[in-house]
């Protein structure tokens, strides 16, 4: 009798995984065959295996989380499992899914995870720093090589990218991902979702993506993270959510659900967001996996009383895969026994994650990604450096540059002062995936390559209050031309789990630089953070001072080719740069107010001791060449419901240095039926225009570009008068106006 089981087993595999199709440009529901083999595994599978493939466990390689289940083996053994994380190399993906797939009665394949955020070998800058470049191409690419690499490791998914609107730098997660803007974010969301995804998923080159977190998790209160959100839905549907909906239109396989709550009820427990907005508005075919532990925090969240409450919970909201909790795995069996929770749910889930592992081909080959050869050849090679090198250079944001102190001679003496001058691991940053620190190319080698007349001292630490190496740095400074000071924070004090109450550059930094002043000698600064910190003091100080945040593996050859003037800075900032944390939040695109700022008035919305503006405004960025823009033209003055306007812009590179500028166009909604912001981006364009060459910009601005949530909580346009800008930030614009009937 077990023969035969196991020989229908057989045949049902043999139809199930045979003659596949490339399937990854389309839904996996909307594909007959492709469904045809889903049903003909899960109608094999007990009601325990079923919950096994809704469970996903961290290895013992490293964990991302406060707990860790070591007996993990096991249950994949058992079929309890069907999914791990933090298990990667080809050797020791291959080694797990040998054990599926020779001890288990269904010998259906895992799917391995990782947090690939910002490179898996070879590291980019940070998703901040990234999203700086507002170079779409770059970070489609970054992502492209993060996956080349992490699916050459065995890795079928990344749990990347973050598309969560930030505007409060306080916390730390605002460095993985995009910034403030709705517009940006969704654009570097599509981006970032190509370059992971590819072509097709079957491509072994390419990993699922994940867009997380849904939802609303960078508005966390205090912006202190894990904290509760509180929000109008208008709010949440005309700021939040739109980077997830581009996100999946792009074709995102999976998503992951939030820590925080929204309107009172967890992510992770919300029908309403999981249900109700993801499969009925957007209608998502793919799967939904939580954050780490977020079913059990369920009962700390004071929804539920219980673990099994809180499983129920999820499941019948439609959550389909559970991180590291096992409240489905310890728990789900029995819901389903007692009918708490409708065996459809599980059903329905099962079958969105045996599509996913169809579509990445491991019924046909389960060790396909696990090829060691492929792995040597992929990882570190010349071609991934140099393009890290490429992208972290047009990160980079120059914020200031009095008397053209940007780009060094390479004849000048300089000092470079600074722990971070000379830190390989503080240059990946936060997330690093399995990056190396000891293949970091530190500032200090990168500018001996190329500055031949240079000292180095560490001068102090980053976060200590130790002086007494500030008399070298001070002597070093006196015997140099130029001193060049590596200030800001450390790599780990951004990323999960870093909020800071305030951010202002911690130690001593600060008055080391202003010793540095003293000398007399120029000092630039090369800022490396994670987050827009409060520099008011320091950019005072600075001749130069330019935003490097965390580069990745290339740090020191991008920014000498920057210093070197090798490279034209062109990065914008993705995120205001607040005074002090007593303007946070702070963004551009605010409301008016009844009552907005008037400097004579004192009744109007002011700060009695800092003026509201922010130090750097959304959008800004300096170049080492200057550009002047013409007055904004539109082809009309009316746009109608079914038409659009084209707007342009000349603009002349007026200085001595070809460059590249970021010319952006912002939207004012003059009346409507509820307050709108005073600018919101609707449209950028990265030209590069030789020294005294000019190029014409146009935008097309059409009706949807202009629709929000309306009184009535629709979504639409409204008729009337509208001002459109065109400049090279937020701030320094040239405007017209139009009418929409």
Same mark, same amino acid.
């Given at each position: ?200 998923? !079957? ?11 849904? @939802? =609303?998790?960078? $508005? /966390?209160? %205090? +912006?202190? *993270? ?70 059990? !925090? ?11 409450? @809180? =499983?129920?919970? $999820? /499941?019948? %909201? +439609?959550? *389909? ?421």
């Amino acid at each position: 009798m077990k023969q035969i089981v196991m020989l229908c087993l057989s045949l049902g595999f043999f139809v199930a995984c045979s003659n596949q199709k490339k399937s990854a440009d389309i839904t996996w529901n909307d594909n007959a065959h492709l469904v045809s083999k889903v049903d003909s595994v899960l109608k094999m599978m007990t009601l325990e295996e079923k919950v096994g493939q809704m469970n996903l466990l961290t290895s013992d390689w490293t964990i991302t989380g406060p707990s860790l289940r070591s007996d993990y083996i096991d249950l994949i053994k058992s079929g309890k499992v069907g999914n791990i994380f933090n298990a990667h190399t080809a050797a020791y993906t291959r080694s797990l899914q040998k054990i599926a797939m020779e001890q288990t009665r269904m010998k259906i394949p895992l799917l391995f995870g990782y947090d690939v955020i910002h490179g898996y070998k070879t590291i980019f800058p940070i998703s901040l720093s990234e999203s700086a470049s507002w170079d779409l191409e770059a970070i489609e690419t970054s992502a492209r090589v993060a996956a080349t690499e992490a699916a050459a490791a065995g890795l079928h998914w990344t749990f990347a990218p973050m598309v969560d609107i930030a505007r409060d730098p306080r916390w730390g997660r605002i460095s993985e991902g995009a910034g403030e803007d709705t517009y940006l974010g969704s654009q570097i969301a599509i981006a970032r979702v190509k370059g992971f995804q590819g072509n097709s998923l !079957e491509d072994l080159n390419t990993v699922m993506a994940c867009a997380k977190h849904f @939802a =609303a998790y960078g $508005a /966390a209160q %205090a +912006g202190r *993270d894990y904290n509760t959100v509180d929000m109008s839905d208008r709010v949440l549907r005309d700021v939040y959510l739109p980077p997830f909906k581009a996100a999946l239109d792009a074709g995102v396989a999976t998503f992951m659900t939030a820590f925080n709550d929204v309107d009172g009820t967890p992510a992770s427990g919300s029908a309403y967001l999981l249900d109700q907005i993801l499969r009925k508005e957007w209608n998502f075919k793919g799967f939904v996996v939580t954050d780490y532990t977020s079913i059990n !925090e369920l009962v700390e969240h004071g929804v539920v009383a219980n673990h099994k409450d @809180a =499983a129920a919970m $999820a /499941a019948n %909201a +439609g959550m *389909d895969m559970d991180m590291q909790s096992m409240a489905f795995g310890d728990y789900l069996v029995q819901l389903v026994k007692e009918g708490k929770v409708p065996e459809k749910k599980v059903d329905d889930a099962v079958r969105r994650i045996l599509a996913m592992k169809f579509r990445l081909g491991l019924f046909d080959d389960p060790y396909r990604y696990s090829d060691e050869t492929r792995e040597k050849e992929v990882l570190f090679s010349k071609d991934n450096l140099e393009k890290a090198r490429d992208v972290a250079r047009k990160s980079f944001v120059l914020l200031k540059n009095d008397k053209q102190m940007l780009p060094l001679s390479k004849d000048k003496k300089i000092a470079l002062v600074g722990y971070l001058a000379d830190s390989q691991v503080d240059m990946l940053g936060s997330w690093t995936g399995a990056g190396e620190a000891s293949q970091v190319t530190t500032i200090l080698e990168g500018m001996k390559e190329r500055f031949p007349n240079i000292t180095y001292t560490k001068g102090c630490d980053v976060n200590t209050d130790d002086r007494s190496g500030f008399g070298s740095a001070i002597a070093a400074a006196k015997n140099a031309d130029v001193v060049v000071f590596v200030m800001g924070e450390k790599g780990n004090m951004s990323g999960e789990a870093t909020s800071r109450s305030n951010i202002n550059i911690p130690g001593v930094q600060t008055e080391l630089l202003a010793e540095l002043k003293k000398t007399g000698k120029p000092v630039v600064v090369l800022l490396a953070n994670g987050r827009p910190l409060t520099i008011e003091k320091e950019v005072e100080l600075a001749d130069a001072m330019l935003e490097i945040w965390y580069p990745g593996t290339q740090a020191g050859l991008a920014v000498t080719d920057v210093l070197a003037g090798d490279y034209n800075p062109s990065g914008k900032l993705p995120v205001t740069f607040p005074r002090n944390v007593g303007q946070i939040p702070i963004f551009y695109n605010v409301k008016n107010t009844g009552r907005p700022f008037k400097e004579d008035d004192k009744y109007t919305t002011k700060y009695l001791d800092v003026s509201n503006d922010p130090l750097f405004v959304f959008g800004y960025g300096l170049s080492y060449t200057t550009f002047i823009y013409s007055d904004c033209n539109l082809s009309s003055n009316e746009m109608t419901a079914d038409g659009s306007i084209k707007v342009s812009v000349t603009v002349t590179n007026t200085g001595n240095y070809d460059g590249s500028e970021i010319v952006q166009l912002y939207v004012r909604d003059l009346v409507g039926s509820v307050t709108r912001p005073v600018k919101e981006l609707k449209g950028f364009q990265k030209i590069f225009i030789p020294k005294g060459d000019s190029q014409k910009v146009t935008f097309t601005l059409k009706p949807e570009d202009l629709a929000f949530t309306r009184a009535d909580n629709t979504w639409g346009t409204e008729s009337g008068e509208f001002e459109v800008f065109v400049g090279s930030n937020s701030r320094d614009v040239q405007s017209a106006r139009f009418n929409l009937r």
